[in-house]
């Protein structure tokens, strides 16, 4: 069984940053689509950024520009680097992963707050 663990959630001012990790066992990150999904109380969960197996990324308009996703096979993470947070940001974000045919996964999410 692949688990995600999540980490890198808190509380933020406007204009601030944080890095979302998400680190997988069993399975290299390199061998899976990767998406980060965020989702605000009343709101659907909407898809924020991806890193496919090529090692492109896509994004979704409210975040270009600011937020950045990452991989690095040496500690099997995917990251999401985070910067001039808004306060519309605020959600849980949670990590996905494709491994095709070792299955899907989902993080158990994390809290980003940004407020003053």
């Known amino acids: 069984q692949v688990q995600l663990v999540e980490s890198g959630g808190g509380l933020v001012q406007p204009g601030g940053s944080l890095r979302l990790s998400c680190k997988a066992s069993?399975?290299?990150?390199?061998?899976?689509?990767m998406g980060w999904y965020r989702q605000a109380p009343g709101n659907k969960r909407e898809l924020v950024a991806a890193?496919?197996?090529?090692?492109?990324?896509n994004y979704t308009n409210s975040v270009k520009g600011r937020f950045t996703v990452s991989r690095d096979p040496g500690t099997n993470t995917v990251s999401l680097q985070m910067n001039n947070l808004k306060p519309e940001d605020t959600a849980i974000y949670y990590c996905?992963?494709?491994?095709?045919?070792?299955?899907?996964?989902w993080g158990q999410g994390t809290q980003v707050t940004v407020s003053s």
């Open positions: 069993r399975l290299s990150v390199m061998i899976c689509d």
């Open positions: 996905h992963a494709d491994f095709h045919v070792y299955g899907t996964y």
């Open positions: 890193i496919g197996i090529s090692g492109s990324t």
